[in-house]
């Protein structure tokens, strides 16, 4: 199978578990992903946010009352908090970013995952959670000048809230960047009205954007940093190949637990080694290294 068809599964069921109101079969389906060395920030974007759409539309159709809704917050919530404890965080950019839900929005979950993601790669997070009265924030915001303001909107009603607030924020005399994400903007009318630098659903378009037009630079790289890259490049070259770990041990001569080590980036790899896996994939030592994807164009 290949990585999406892995991921889907898994976020199917994980969307099981959920519904299911089962924190045990949860647990095991992210302790999974994690064994695999699944990068996190593709566990919180492709199965864990997907699940809890699926969450909310059981929930709209009736299929799951609201008892059952929050047990699968409360779940997620433990599962987010478990991801982000065990990821390697990347190098501090040197910025900050204030996250959170609008005035009158009591849903938050969506906004915490999105800072656990800012977190993750290298961001200062100040996680404010639901509800936060505008005049409270744009005062906090005001003190503490921060790089960036994130409003999470998961409610469509909440949409004119976020717009008066990036209207505000906007007008301060130092103003930060202002960003409106969330599902109740996912109307792109609803978009078109909110006067914030960025207006969008997906949080890693969000980081991009906000690393971009803050011009941070990256730090150098750490040897965990080229471990990392070159463990997902192997991983990715040998399922497009269909291959087993075992299947390219073998051809590499190599033990499988070594290898399979090396793809979750644990492996300080000897350069031999590392040579004989880019032959048996019949690549460059240099692809494997680099952070592009390393399939053929």
């Known amino acids: 199978m290949n990585d999406k068809r ?5 976020e199917e069921r994980y969307a099981a578990a ?15 992903a994690l064994d695999r060395g699944i ?7 492709e199965v864990i946010t997907p699940a809890l759409t ?26 987010s908090a478990h991801v982000r404890s065990l990821a390697r965080r990347r190098k501090p950019v040197g ?19 999105v800072a656990d993601l800012f977190y993750l790669e290298g961001w200062d997070v100040a996680f404010l959670g639901q509800n936060t009265p505008t005049g409270d924030l744009v005062e906090w915001v005001r003190d503490r000048k921060p790089d960036l303001v994130l409003l999470s909107v998961s409610q469509r009603d909440r949409a004119g809230v976020a717009a008066e607030a990036a209207a505000v924020l906007k007008s301060l005399d130092e103003p930060p960047l202002v960003f409106v994400g969330g599902a109740g903007i996912a109307d792109p009318t609803v978009r078109a009205d909110i006067p914030a630098d960025l207006v969008a ?34 991983q990715q070259l040998r399922k497009e190949r269909g291959w087993s770990q ?4 073998t051809r590499a001569g190599l033990d499988r637990a070594y290898l399979s080590t090396v793809e979750k980036g644990k492996q300080n ?15 460059s030592l240099s692809a494997l290294v680099g952070d592009d994807d390393p399939s053929p164009r």
Request: aromatic residues 2%.
């Open 6 to 10: 892995d991921l889907k599964l898994l």
């Open 18 to 32: 959920l519904q299911a109101g089962s924190q045990d079969d949860a647990s095991r389906v992210i302790s999974e």
């Open 39 to 45: 990068n996190p920030l593709l566990i919180y974007t």
């Open 54 to 79: 699926e969450v909310g539309e059981a929930w709209h159709r009736g299929d799951l009352n609201i008892a059952g809704e929050h047990l699968a917050i409360q779940i997620t919530l433990q599962q």
């Open 95 to 113: 910025a900050e970013a204030v996250i959170t839900a609008v005035e009158g929005e009591l849903h938050a979950v969506g906004a915490r995952l």
């Open 201 to 234: 659903t997906d949080p890693l378009a969000a980081i991009s954007a906000a690393n971009r037009l803050l011009s941070l630079s990256a730090e150098p790289k750490s040897v965990e940093d080229y471990l990392d890259a070159l463990g997902r490049n192997i």
């Open 246 to 249: 075992q299947a390219l041990a």
């Open 269 to 283: 790899i000897t350069i031999g080694a590392a040579v004989r896996i880019a032959a048996a994939l019949d690549t």
